[in-house]
């Protein structure tokens, strides 16, 4: 099947990844999950791969490290309904392990065309492998997730903040006060960009 032939919409490549058996995921997962939120703001959070919660829930970070992502996203007066929110993969790996290369592969152009639809203004990857996969697409390099954390990639298309991965920075405590940072220059940015 082409991979624009079924809906340029995002309600038809959500329906898509609903029903993708491109990787060996789909036979292990309970659901797959497309992403959700508002666009008002034009910004979009990626993360890495469904956890136990999401792959029941079919919803993107509603575990632990979705508490606080919202908590993040209040503590600069956004919510989720003002910022859509994904991953890079759409289904758990079993045990929560890293994506597979080949896993990354198969899911990719679904993102592409995520982020063909949406348009957004600004992208913040959250975790290693979707800044590395961001800041490639774009152009950039990336040595490590904590080089690449806050800071602020300027393309003509986006501007992209790599921010650690929420569930990292509860594990790794000593991360919170840098991605509480760039969650604060996020909202410097919507505001100097009058989003």
Wanted: glycine share 8%.
């Amino acid at each position: 099947m082409d991979l624009f032939s079924f809906s340029d919409s995002l309600d038809g490549v959500e329906e898509e990844i609903r029903a993708c058996k491109k990787c060996p995921l789909h036979k292990t997962r309970k659901n797959a999950v497309p992403g959700e939120g508002g666009f008002r703001k034009k910004i979009m959070f990626i993360g890495e791969a469904p956890g136990k919660w999401e792959d029941i829930k079919g919803r993107p970070f509603v575990g632990a490290a979705g508490k606080y992502l919202d908590e993040l996203l209040a503590s600069v007066g956004l919510s989720r309904e003002d910022v859509y929110i994904t991953n890079i993969v759409k289904c758990r790996p079993p045990g929560n392990r890293d994506p597979l290369p080949e896993e990354i592969r198969a899911c990719a152009p679904y993102l592409e065309r995520q982020i063909s639809v949406m348009k957004p203004k600004i992208i913040c990857p959250l975790g290693r492998f979707s800044a590395k996969y961001i800041l490639e697409k774009y152009g950039f390099t990336m040595k490590s997730i904590s080089s690449a954390q806050g800071k602020v990639y300027q393309h003509p298309e986006v501007i992209i903040i790599p921010m650690y991965h929420p569930a990292a920075a509860l594990y790794h405590g000593q991360w919170k006060p840098a991605l509480e940072s760039s969650f604060k220059k996020l909202r410097k940015i919507i505001d100097e960009m009058g989003i």
